[in-house]
């Protein structure tokens, strides 16, 4: 079984940043790709930012310019970079580590990010 843990949630301020971590229980690199949900309230939970094990990110539009995922391949964690939030970035934010073959996708238990003044 795969651990995700992710961490660096909380309060901000509109126009704050914060950086979310998600460190798994295994290496990183054993996945094909790591990746970062959200859910807000009332809503669907929606992709912000993935990377493949090659190394090609893709974001959300809505986070495109203020967002950036990152890993540490030695740390076996991936980073979440949010700058200049806004309060719609209010949700709880997802780790996910999936295989393409055999297809297996991991959670985490997820990490309320608050944007509000």
């Known amino acids: 079984q795969v651990q995700l843990v992710e961490s660096g949630g909380g309060l901000v301020q509109p126009g704050g940043s914060l950086r979310l971590s998600c460190a798994a229980s295994?290496?990183?690199?054993?996945?094909?790709?790591m990746g970062w949900y959200r859910q807000a309230p009332g809503k669907q939970r929606e992709l912000v930012a993935r990377m493949t094990d090659g190394g090609s990110r893709n974001y959300a539009d809505s986070v495109k310019g203020r967002f950036t995922i990152s890993r540490d391949s030695a740390k076996n964690t991936v980073y979440l970079q949010m700058n200049s939030l806004k309060p719609e970035d209010t949700a709880v934010y997802f780790c996910?580590?999936?295989?393409?073959?055999?297809?297996?996708?991991?959670w985490g238990q997820g990490t309320q990010v608050t944007v509000s003044s």
């Open positions: 295994r290496r990183i690199s054993s996945f094909n790709t």
């Open positions: 996910t580590a999936e295989r393409t073959w055999p297809s297996t996708a991991y």
